[in-house]
């Protein structure tokens, strides 16, 4: 049975069926369950990657995705594939799915039927809020608050209090909390959210305050922060489990619909859904477990990213994840992508672990229009899936990037699979030359549309980079989405970064991504302890309960022990600040050797993050101690090209306008690429689902697993480190 809440509630049926025997080893599996497939469903589009366990074959799609119901667009895609293979619904041994519909629910939806339950006196705290201004606005003045989460009359106060340790002051009036359900029964309130003060130190409260909404509002979902974020910090704690309270019920509509469409012989398999902070859950936890799984955003692609990276030798570098309607942004060192608890959905700050990605919008399907002061702008506006770019069969009626692309030249679409109509992409991006001064050719201002999108790409890697102290000069950039290789390797030039890395069906890379992930759970609790107050026996018992919690967590969904990995990690700051720092625990003995390894970690990762620390000067606070949980998988290899001999061969020539002329350019199809081959630019690379484009000055060499990788001919001496 599925609470809705982590504690009391309604409980349901699991729409999905177990995810046992997703990581059973093949000789313990059916011979004829041995695909494994990952489905990334976008704004845009939908890609599906199947792996045969047995041949490490694999096979890629892409489909056009089905805003009114993503389910349909999931499932067509999946039966795609499968034909693709020549394989059934009985050679399926488990999918794997990443989506973004609670994210875009959040964002796009009109946020209604929620309700916060807080403590006497605290009705304001979604008020109040934060005094921080975001980049941008330089001061208050310009910077308006957005809309709360929760409006005031849905606020409602109960009495009761507990103080920073746990202790209880008053006892909770359980009359008031009654109350409270009741109201919200008659307002059809049918989300609502529990935070009441130092519940990380003592949930008694509010596991009593779920048991008593529950009696009198069974209908009701609830979220409780001591399960949600068992955090101190109460404005961020609230606005956390109020997330987690909106997104619940539209991930269960939404894996139900789901379940609808997979059919018969889809319907009994292992069904896996991504989370934010880089692993996977099974679809019936994500109903009753946080929202770390509603959060997935592009992560898949993040990981499948750090894959792609160790194999081709690049441990630090950039991802470039460009598709229809975005670009999506992460900076990878050591071949481990950077993760955050800081992050926001929207206005919303949302503090659970989560990959740390920044997303600009600016995409495939990006338009491109004039501001009131005459400037051409492009994007955040996107043509999306419907009605998409110009040239798409029954696109728009306004031009985008890949409408400034196909009049430049480079692109095909779905390997050709898609007619692109070439006029009508001039006759947009004609007439918006028209409206500006210089009597630009359609060339021109294609070409323009181009740059400035590289250039809203470029300023975020360098905001990503140069901000914390790092040069993008000694990082790679890795390209993929169906939009990303078009561009990437002139992103590449504008940064002078020393390569741009494009991995094999890059439009497919996050869909890949999902069947390269392994399970996470994430746990902690707070505990602030001043260095010469630490109790290490206290510290030692509360890590030891934490990890037990991240086992029976992993094994309730079927992973075995012996695959089960934990990971120690706790927030520290120095005594007298506001904010900390997340930093990996030593393992083992939790003893005087653990805590000087713990500081050190702590005054490296200070001075890393701003530049200076205070080591030996000032003493240290431990905040919140944590554990993360991994269930490690077999991860799909990357097979070697077949050798082969001589040099690649154009299949035709196409004039492609670089800079100011149009030139007479070879292209290619990428399958027949030799490994070891290399191509000076400027060149054409084709392949289902994208189109690379290699620029003047350019060369690729093909790695021997067929990645490709670009370089300058000559990097200019002031790029030379």
């Known amino acids: 049975m599925l609470p809705r809440c982590g504690g009391p509630g309604k409980a349901d049926t699991p729409a999905f069926p177990s995810s046992d025997g997703w990581y059973e080893s093949m000789s313990s599996q059916s011979l004829a369950a041995r695909f494994r497939i990952g489905i990334d469903t976008g704004g845009t589009f939908t890609d599906i990657v199947s792996v045969d366990t047995l041949s490490g074959n694999t096979h890629v799609t892409k489909v056009a995705s089905t805003p009114a119901n993503p389910a349909i667009g999931l499932v067509r895609g999946v039966n795609e594939i499968l034909a693709a293979a020549g394989a059934t619904t009985d050679d399926v041994a488990g999918l794997a799915h990443g989506t973004t519909v609670a994210t875009n629910a959040l964002l796009q939806g009109e946020i209604n039927s929620l309700g916060l339950i807080v403590n006497s006196g605290f009705k304001h705290i979604l008020e109040i809020a934060r005094q921080s201004v975001p980049e941008g606005y330089g001061n208050s003045y310009f910077w308006v608050k957005p809309d709360r989460i929760v409006p005031l009359q849905f606020v409602r106060e109960v009495t009761g209090r507990l103080d920073f340790r746990g202790h209880e002051l008053r006892p909770l009036d359980e009359a008031t909390v009654r109350e409270a359900a009741r109201y919200f029964r008659a307002q059809g309130i049918r989300a609502i959210g529990i935070c009441l003060l130092h519940s990380y130190a003592n949930d008694a409260h509010e596991r009593r305050a779920a048991e008593i909404v529950a009696q009198e509002y069974p209908d009701a979902t609830l979220s409780l ?112 992508p950077q993760v955050t608890n800081g992050g926001s959905v929207g206005p919303f700050p949302v503090r659970i672990p989560m990959i740390d990605i920044e997303t600009i919008g600016t995409g495939g399907g990006s338009i491109a229009w004039i501001s009131r002061e005459s400037h051409l702008k492009i ?45 009508r992409a001039r006759g947009g991006i004609g007439a918006l030359a028209a409206r500006l001064p210089g009597n630009m050719s359609v060339e021109q201002l294609a070409s323009g549309i181009i740059e400035i999108a590289n250039w809203n790409q470029a300023n975020a890697i360098r905001q990503m980079t140069i901000q914390r102290g790092i040069d993008p000069r000694e990082f790679a950039l890795l390209s993929f989405g169906g939009a990303g290789p078009a561009q990437s390797a002139g992103v590449m030039d504008l940064l002078g970064m020393k390569a741009c890395i494009v991995p094999l069906n890059p439009g497919n890379l996050s869909a890949f991504g999902l069947l390269a992930v392994d399970w996470r759970t994430d746990h902690m609790v707070t505990k602030v302890m001043h260095e010469e107050t630490i109790d290490l ?116 020539n196409r004039a492609v306008y670089f800079g100011t002329q149009f030139q007479d350019t070879p292209v290619y199809d990428r399958a027949s690429l030799p490994s070891g081959g290399r191509i000076d630019g400027p060149a054409i690379v084709e392949e289902f689902g994208s189109t690379t484009v290699v620029f003047p000055g350019q060369y690729v060499e093909v790695d021997p697993h067929g990645i490709l990788v670009i370089r300058p001919l000559k990097r200019p001496p002031e790029m030379i480190r």
């Open 537 to 652: 026996v206290d510290v030692a018992a509360r890590y030891g309960a934490l990890e037990r919690e991240a086992t029976t967590t992993l094994q309730r969904d079927g992973i075995d022990a012996s695959r089960i990995r934990l990971v120690r990690e706790a927030d520290i700051r120095y005594a007298g600040q506001s904010m900390e720092v997340r930093v990996t625990a030593p393992g083992g003995a939790v003893d005087e050797l653990f805590l000087s390894g713990l500081i050190g970690a702590f005054n490296a990762a200070h001075l890393k993050t701003f530049g200076y620390n205070y080591a030996g000067k000032q003493k240290i606070e431990l905040v919140n101690l944590c554990v993360s949980g991994f269930g490690v998988i077999e991860r799909p290899g990357m097979p070697k090209l077949a050798r082969r001999t001589g040099n690649a061969t154009p299949k035709s």
């Open 379 to 423: 994007g955040p506006r996107s043509a999306g899936a419907e009605p998409g770019p110009m040239c798409y069969p029954n696109g728009g009626n306004q031009p985008t990037i890949t409408d400034a692309n196909l009049v430049l030249g480079p692109p095909s679409l779905i390997g050709g699979g898609i007619a692109l109509n070439v006029d």
């Open 225 to 336: 922060s001591c399960v949600v974020l068992p955090e101190y910090r109460e404005y961020e704690r609230a606005v956390t489990t109020l997330v987690d309270a909106f997104v619940k019920p539209h991930m269960e509509r939404y894996l139900k619909r789901v379940h609808q469409e997979l059919g018969v012989g889809l319907q009994d398999k292992p069904f896996l859904v991504m989370q934010s902070s880089g692993g996977v859950a099974s679809a019936e936890q994500v109903v009753r477990k946080p929202i770390t799984t509603a959060l997935s955003g592009p992560a898949a692609g993040v990981l499948g990213s750090a894959v792609v990276a160790e194999i081709a030798g690049f441990p630090d570098l950039v991802t470039l994840d460009a598709g229809g309607t975005s670009t999506d942004l992460c900076l990878i060192e050591g071949g481990k």
